[in-house]
């Protein structure tokens, strides 16, 4: 659901980063980007996740008091 808001570069970075566990400079070598642009990509990717999870959930769940 939330990967078709990113472009594929964006969406990349993210995934070869948080779930590959490669590091920012590694993706940024294999995508011909910046590191910096990497670590960028991945933070609104993983913001934007978040966002969506706490939609999912239940509101004593998403917003505990």
């Not at 070869?16 to 670590?39: F, H, K, N, P, Y």
Request: charged share 25%.
């Amino acid at each position: 659901i939330v990967k078709k808001e990113f472009t594929d570069q964006s969406w990349t970075a993210f995934y070869r980063t948080a779930i590959d566990g490669l590091t920012s400079q590694q993706v940024a070598a294999e995508l011909g980007i910046t590191a910096l642009a990497v670590r960028k990509a991945k933070s609104r990717v993983m913001q934007r996740l978040k966002q969506a999870l706490g939609e999912c959930l239940p509101p004593s769940i998403a917003d505990p008091a």
